[in-house]
């Protein structure tokens, strides 16, 4: 299987994903803009979305994809149905329990996650109630997240890809043709949550019959394939925590700041969100099965220059994706969300965040390449303990940085932890020569340096001054901003490709 040609599928997917995505988020803030609603909902709609994290697409497929990988290459068909179908009686099991009391505990879940609503009663009572209709999405996005990581380990990666879609397609509907029937008119978002899990589990069925699959839910807590893969969750459910605590934290903190705080921070998020999903989340997808699959091989050569691809690939992408994001960062949140009742003052006040967030893109996208070095192997509570340390940096970032520079120091922190994490990832990969690096890499480091450079006077010159984009046009806008991404596209390749870096390159690494 050539690996660049399943990363540009998935990524292209993705990619479809979130462009729907931010079509959903220019809606939303055309139609709500940024104040006391779409706090409640964000903060409602962030506890489910959490919840799939840690347990979906976070700790259970670290958990399950090496372990299902390992069945597919060494136990026959039977049992590797027996195993996909206990794991999905155990997964329905658990979440439905966990879906019925997040909807008991709605207040109490709210006061825990946004501590700073209580002072506004209105605020706290209409979280409580999106959270009631938000929180049963849980288990239908984890079901689905359990067919797509099925697919995956079939090295069927397109449809997976694709289906988060589906979520955006809700909201868009919802929020354009329905909200006038609920009252109060946010209460169409919740319910978009739940319309869209239940169309992505759905829309997965079909081709998880066609690969022979389809779980049938059963349930034995002896099943010794279902209780390792219990085993490996208990870790990677603890990391993942730790991952997601750093988000939590930085919500409860920006629920006591200005009201449109956690708004600002949720625009900006989803402007980062784009890069990471196309370049991380599809890098981390195609990895975690294949490496998997070399792992149960004993084939060690092979795993480690599959990780030395997926890190340059990761630098060659993510550092060019910062910078325009940082120099752009005024421009982009301007003419993606300033319109109706997103005011300019929300747009400047989301343009920091972005500002903030761009420091620490590569090492937000570096972990999804590089924590599959530790998951392949089944080996969870080693980037487990780096999250920790993570976690603590993270938050002595926030005592540091949240006085001067408010929402945007909880985004700047949020990044600067995603760095150490990285760092520390890759310097146990080393030391336990998990990876040998392979040759090229300074004149690989020296060609991405001259290209960045060439980038970053490009966009620093032709850039309009941020008055301009002020009261313009949306055609203006979009022309000149599809101009600057295209232009630096042109430039920053150019630039590779005169210092002697080239696709085929990564197309030879990709075959082996």
């Known amino acids: ?20 995505g931010f079509v959903r988020d220019v809606i939303i803030a055309r139609i709500f803009g940024a104040g006391l609603v779409t706090d409640a909902f964000f903060v409602a709609f962030k506890i489910p979305n959490l919840l799939r994290r840690v347990f979906a697409e976070g700790a259970f497929s670290q958990a399950f994809v090496p372990i299902l990988a390992e069945y597919r290459m060494r136990y026959t068909e039977d049992e590797t149905r027996s195993l996909v179908d206990h794991v999905a009686g155990m997964l329905g099991f658990v979440l439905a329990f966990v879906s019925v009391a997040g909807v008991l505990l709605a207040p109490l879940i ?82 978009a949550v739940i319309f869209g899990g239940i169309i992505q589990f759905l829309f997965q069925v079909p081709f998880i019959r066609a690969v ?168 969870i509570r080693t980037p487990v303990k780096i999250a920790v340390i993570s976690l603590i940096c993270t938050q002595l970032f926030n005592l540091v940085f949240i006085w001067h520079l408010k929402h945007a120091g909880l985004a700047l922190s949020i990044g600067l932890g995603a760095c150490v994490n990285a760092l520390l990832l890759y310097r146990v990969l080393l030391k336990r020569k998990i990876y040998i690096p392979r040759p090229g890499w300074k004149r690989f480091i020296l060609a991405l340096g001259m290209a960045l450079l060439m980038l970053g006077l490009f966009l620093w010159y032709v850039a309009s001054p941020v008055s301009s984009w002020f009261g313009t046009s949306v055609e203006w806008r979009f022309g000149h901003l599809g101009f600057l991404v295209s232009g630096g596209a042109l430039v920053y390749f150019g630039g590779l490709r005169m210092f002697g870096v080239n696709a085929k390159d990564f197309i030879k690494r990709a075959e082996k």
């Open 1 to 20: 299987m050539n690996l660049l040609k399943a990363l540009a599928r998935v990524g292209s997917m993705t990619f479809l994903s979130r462009l729907l």
């Open 110 to 191: 709210v006061y825990i996650n946004a501590p700073g609503f209580v002072s506004d009663p209105e605020k706290f009572e209409l979280t409580v109630s999106l959270v009631r209709v938000t929180i049963p999405y849980i288990l239908m996005i984890s079901l689905s997240s359990l067919l797509g990581a099925i697919l995956n380990t079939c090295n069927v990666f397109t449809i997976p890809a694709i289906t988060p879609a589906l979520l955006n397609l809700s909201f868009i509907l919802f929020s354009l043709f329905l909200a006038h029937w609920f009252h109060p008119p946010v209460m169409a978002l919740a319910w």
């Open 212 to 379: 022979g699959l389809m779980p049938r839910f059963r349930l034995n807590w002896h099943h010794s394939g279902m209780r390792r893969v219990m085993k490996q969750m208990g870790p990677a459910i603890f990391g993942v925590s730790v991952a997601q605590i750093s988000i939590l934290i930085n919500t409860i903190l920006a629920s006591f700041l200005a009201t449109g705080s956690v708004s600002w921070l949720y625009y900006a998020d989803r402007l980062m969100e784009f890069p990471t999903g196309v370049m991380g989340v599809a890098l981390g997808t195609i990895l975690l099965p294949s490496l998997s699959k070399h792992y149960a091989d004993a084939s060690h050569e092979a795993y480690s220059d599959l990780l030395d691809w997926g890190i340059r690939l990761t630098l060659l992408f993510s550092l060019p994706a910062a910078l325009a994001l940082a120099i752009l960062s005024k421009p982009l949140v301007i003419s993606l969300f300033q319109y109706g009742h997103f005011s300019p003052f929300d747009a400047l006040m989301s343009a920091r965040a972005v500002l903030a967030y761009s420091v620490g893109l590569s090492g937000l996208i570096m972990i999804k390449v590089l924590a599959p070095g530790f998951y392949a192997r089944q080996d």
